[in-house]
């Protein structure tokens, strides 16, 4: 029997990696994952306190909404107006997600279809593109890399190579895997655009909080009317170490935030309610955890690529996100991005992600998860080291 929306999926590269360093691990080796971006800092204690309290009220333990408890949708808000000086009305502005990547996959079903077609930079993380395609819809994909010059050329130039029209942009700066940032300016033109030619912008701002070297992260919802053609995703995992908690947020647009929430009223109840109020306390107390864990992944970014300097592999420092994309160094470009992770499995000991696990266009590269302390990082550093010297 065919499995419908199921087939139409290729095989998930990133899980052969994931598997053997599963099996190496159960032989009894230290293999040292840089592989998935899963965050080791854990949750700030003030929020799990607030967890444990909330979890204890009986009151809690019922259904929630599926929209969010009113009281984090204020808190949301107010994060956007200190953060953004962008105004969210919590009322129709704002809907809490079960993360980002449920928002987004449901979020495809309100606004795309059989027929329909999306633009999405690659190498991207697997569900902007496959989102779409659980919708029913083609992707497009805009090749995107580290030092694009004019990526928003590229886009309108795509735009208008594609027939039908595509309908939805979905981009996400600052990027996973590439790390590429952009500046206010581009979601200024990208509005404008999407204003012209009747097309929805969607933005995962996943890493709105994790920037380095003084680079501030823009969202799109500063540009003047960017509500009118657009929304954003925005998460707690990564700016606040709650990645397993399952907690983000789309605001934008309300006829989409209606639409969005009234999909979501069909398939779920919402985050469990204490999980709800401690990300309250995150929102309006705890302002200064981003930058402390920012600095985390700031450190942990320059033992790793200064580090690899010195062995001979020059891999450009990152201004935000927790992931270092890295160039195949030359000698081993030949291999491919698959076949050079494995071998950096097997003799450094050490598990990455092979680019092509995030698109054709990622191949010739390798990405680095910044979720190991600095110590297991130098340990990386010397068994990479080791396969570049043989």
């Not at 029209?165 to 952009?182: A, E, K, M, Q, Y």
């Not at 501030?216 to 003047?224: H, M, R």
Request: aromatic letters at 10%; proline letters at 6%; a neutral charge.
């Amino acid at each position: 029997m065919e499995l419908r929306r199921i087939d139409r999926l290729p095989p998930y590269v990133l899980s052969v990696v994931t598997d053997m360093k599963a099996e190496a691990r159960r032989r009894g080796e230290d293999i040292i994952d840089l592989g998935m971006g899963n965050p080791d800092l854990p949750t700030p204690q003030p929020i799990v306190d607030k967890l444990i309290e909330a979890a204890q009220n009986a009151r809690n333990h019922r259904y929630s909404a599926s929209r969010g408890i009113t009281k984090l949708r204020l808190a949301l808000s107010g994060w956007y107006e200190r953060r953004f000086a962008v105004e969210i009305d919590p009322d129709r502005e704002a809907i809490v997600t079960i993360g980002a990547k449920e928002g987004i996959a449901h979020l495809a079903w309100v606004l795309l279809g059989s027929g329909d077609t999306v633009l999405v930079p690659e190498p991207s993380y697997p569900i902007h593109q496959f989102s779409a395609i659980f919708s029913g819809a083609e992707v497009n994909s805009v090749p995107l890399s580290h030092d694009t010059a004019d990526f928003f050329a590229d886009l309108t130039q795509a735009y208008e190579r594609t027939w039908p029209r595509p309908r939805v942009i979905l981009v996400s700066f600052p990027h996973n895997p590439t790390g590429h940032c952009v500046e206010l300016d581009f979601f200024d033109r990208l509005v404008r655009f999407a204003k012209d030619n009747d097309v929805f912008i969607i933005h995962d701002f996943a890493y709105a909080e994790i920037a380095f070297d003084g680079y501030k992260p823009p969202s799109i919802l500063q540009v003047p009317g960017a509500k009118d053609v657009a929304v954003e995703f925005v998460s707690l995992s990564k700016s606040h170490s709650m990645a397993g908690w399952r907690l983000g947020f789309c605001a934008g647009n309300a006829r989409v935030i209606t639409g969005l929430q009234r999909l979501k009223s069909y398939l779920d109840y919402g985050v469990f309610q204490p999980i709800q109020i401690a990300a309250i306390i995150a929102l309006n107390e705890c302002d200064d955890v981003p930058p402390a864990i920012a600095g985390v992944y700031q450190s942990r970014r320059d033992v790793l690529c200064d580090g690899l300097d010195r062995a001979g592999w020059h891999v450009d420092k990152p201004k935000a996100t927790m992931f270092v994309w890295a160039p195949i160094p030359e000698r081993f470009r030949t291999i491919g991005s698959l076949e050079f992770s494995k071998l950096l499995l097997n003799e450094a000991k050490v598990a990455v992600s092979p680019g092509n696990g995030f698109g054709a266009a990622g191949e010739g590269f390798v990405r680095f998860a910044l979720v190991e302390n600095e110590a297991r990082i130098r340990q990386a550093v010397r068994g990479i080291r080791k396969v570049l010297e043989t």
